[in-house]
């Protein structure tokens, strides 16, 4: 799917020549092991690197140059990924062949190099407004999961389930992280990101393949990393409690379940937890759906979602707060029914076609490309759709069956209104 060429140590740049769009897309990821402490530094260090830099020093500067490149679309951003955490950096621009007298790639290139190699330092440090303004900006990032109240619950079961734990580890760090990052501090993260942090640089489109390579490394002249990433397994979630509720001014209660499995991402048996898991909840013909909120209608959501990175399967509902023992009832009654092999053809069929249409659709885009393909250049084998196609057919009721036996409830954490329960 895509050629990948190593320019340094642990530097790698990975190419997809395609004339499926018109377009053009980067994406830079900067990979080193995640820990709760630097989350916060490298998350305001995308936002300080995003609106500031030596030749564009303010937001609107910035703005308007992306606009002269015909609308080109950078941003930064950080995620996890199982035991890593990573800084990303998305462009897309036009591809020059669709443009008359114009060399837009180039100054794209430039604009890369510029964001990321010549910040706007004053005195050898990042500008202390500046960082101000933008920590500021992701405390109210961090602070807008309270706001969500599906995602508070989801972030409080997973903090009950796993505590201390990448899954329970925000990419973008903690309150009282971000506030004591400083200039200095943020400069040091800045320099040891740029010098140490695992790179693999993307890219999509209609390109002269050998001419990209040779720009992507005058642009981005990362050096030989100091060190590998260190490969470190996943370890095993020590919940604090198998059931909590807690209280807020709400009206509709948020019951969120978390399961431990041992079937992870790089698994033989992945492919087969991902049948399961579009059966049990994934989606809207599985059977939380239909028995538990179309049938009952105890719920006015309910769904499943597997952590493949972590193997964790969790069930996330929306209930009125009498409605949460029967709920519970329910969604375990769903789960035993496919462990006593109560699975129809219909099921094994309508989830294998939604599988492959995600991937398919998945795929219809650049972005979508350079996602999957980095997700799965991971495994032992060379990624193609045709492959996971075969996997998931040649999946069967008992391997399902054997899915759902090895699942365990870990924890049970229903978030309910403050009125009275009848």
Known sequence: MFNTFEVAKDVHIHTRVTDQFKTVNFSLKLRRPLKVEEAAERTVLTNVLQHSNAQFPSTASMRMYLDDLYGTVLYLDTSKKGNEHVVILNVETVNDQYLKNSDVLSKVLELMHTVLFEPNFENGTFKENIVAREKEMVKERIQSIFDDKSRYAQNRLTKILAPNHPASISANGTIPDVEAITPQSLTDTYQRTLAEDVVDIYVVGDIDETKMVEELKKALPFGDRKSSLAITEIPKIQPTDTY???????????????????????????????IFNGIFGGYPHSKLFMNVREKESMAYYCSSSYSAQYGLVYVMSGIDVENEKRTLQLIDEQLLAMQQGEITDLEMTQTKAMLQNQLKEALDSARGQIEIYDQYKDLDEDFNVEAWQTKWQAVTKEDVVAMAKQLHKETVYFLSGMEDEK
């Open 244 to 274: 909590v509720k807690e209280k807020q001014d709400m009206k509709q209660g948020k019951l969120h379940i978390g399961f431990s499995t041992p079937v992870f991402f790089k698994d033989a048996d992945f492919p087969k937890m991902q």
